[in-house]
């Protein structure tokens, strides 16, 4: 059987983002025009006629703002998972803080989402070395499985030496937190991210599908992840510096193309299947 690979989304505004937190406080978020509907819509859309399931880790401020969306996601058979509350970087929370977020954002999604939601991704894969801590308050909330590390070098986040496969982060006795790591393809001592966001959008198109098939040839699951707003071709372009504006606007008038060819060439599906069918050979 052809290994089934993971697509994931994390639905948050555009303004959500890490880069843009010195610029809009949270208190300016009610003020600002939210533009995540549409793009939410479009790939679902782009999902329904691909026949593909995903899992959504919707961030809870959306989740309370827009229930019908959640409710049309999950309707349509996607996993509804928890992307944490308020945006907030687990490295700028305090334990008793990352527990409260988590838990509004679990409040508000568990009240929305047919099965109970047991997956997480932190903000801006903000599980990294410093915030460990984290996990025990994770499981203690519900919480089964995180996709949040992510095994490179990077300026914000990363676990570079971490394990690039699936494993155990997290064990209560018999009960388990299992990480799924955000995919790499290694070249040389580098591993370099394969699958999703900024960098399927910086990347040439061609190095994107090597780096996945390199992946996939070597036994790994692919683990996508994409915005909304990597869908919204209008999105607002706001003054940032040289970096982050290339990380942030490039890229996104073909995503969906793109997208739509490597959902050609890999089969995907949501973490909800791949954890059903890792129990079932248990
Ligand atoms: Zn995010």
Redesign the pocket.
Known sequence: MQMKHIISF?I?DWF??EIFSDMFSRQDWDNLESRVKKPTELILTFLSRKNIKATFFY?GWVAERFPELVEQTAAEGHEIAS?GYS?QMITKLSPEAFRLDLRKSLQVLNSLSPAPVTGFRA??FSVTKETMWSLPIMYEEGIRYDSSVFPIHHDRYGIPDAPRNPYVIYRDGDNTLMEYPMSTARIGTLNFPCAGGGYFRLYPFIFSKSLMKKCAAEGRQIVFYA?PWEFDTDLPRVKLGTLSKLRHYTGIKKFLERLDKVTDQFEFTAFREVRKDLEVMV
Do not use: I, Q, R
């Open positions: 994390d948050e959500h983002p961030l992307h945006h903000p801006t915005h």
